[in-house]
């Protein structure tokens, strides 16, 4: 996936983390550092270093929640707002690179949808095989 989304996030001066991070924020605005990692799969020690960066371009802004001081908020900066309008374009072009039909786009949703409960299920395992090992 990396490999086939570099040529397309390259012109835009982006990774392919970063652009995680900003589809999810695209999604929704000013989430938590842990809600982010939740949501991506990255723990603090992976996520923390990439927002830093990412805010030393402009692309997203930290501080922290006012009501509780432990939790860091992430929203869009401004280059990541100007970003969301060329989503689309990178979208399109990964499409294209595969050589995309509206049939493989049924595919590629039923895939993803499948990806979303395989991973539902192995978190709700893991949970579980904790609490019984407790």
Same mark, same amino acid.
């Given at each position: 996936?990396?490999?086939?989304?570099?040529? #397309?996030?390259?012109?835009?001066? #982006?990774?392919?983390?970063?652009? #995680? *991070?900003? &589809? =999810? #924020?695209?999604?929704?605005?000013? $989430?938590? $550092?842990?809600? &982010?990692?939740?949501?991506?799969? !990255?723990?603090?020690?992976?996520?923390?270093?990439?927002?830093?960066?990412?805010?030393?371009?402009?692309?997203? *802004?930290?501080?922290?929640?006012?009501?509780? /001081?432990?939790?860091?908020? $992430?929203? !869009?900066?401004?280059?990541?707002?100007?970003?969301?309008?060329?989503?689309?374009? $990178?979208?399109?072009?990964?499409? =294209?690179? %595969?050589?995309?039909?509206?049939?493989?786009?049924?595919? %590629? *949703?039923?895939?993803?949808?499948?990806?979303?409960? !395989? %991973?539902?299920?192995? /978190?709700?395992?893991?949970?579980?095989?904790?609490?019984?090992?407790?």
């Amino acid at each position: 996936m990396i490999a086939a989304y570099q040529p #397309l996030l390259g012109p835009l001066g #982006l990774t392919y983390p970063q652009y #995680l *991070v900003l &589809l =999810c #924020l695209w999604e929704e605005d000013g $989430v938590t $550092v842990s809600a &982010l990692g939740e949501r991506l799969h !990255l723990d603090s020690g992976t996520l923390t270093p990439l927002l830093k960066r990412m805010e030393k371009d402009g692309l997203v *802004v930290r501080r922290r929640d006012r009501e509780d /001081e432990r939790k860091v908020i $992430v929203t !869009l900066g401004p280059r990541g707002r100007k970003l969301q309008a060329r989503a689309p374009e $990178v979208m399109k072009g990964l499409f =294209c690179a %595969i050589g995309g039909t509206p049939k493989d786009l049924e595919e %590629i *949703v039923r895939l993803r949808n499948s990806v979303k409960k !395989l %991973i539902s299920k192995l /978190e709700s395992n893991q949970t579980n095989n904790q609490e019984e090992s407790s």
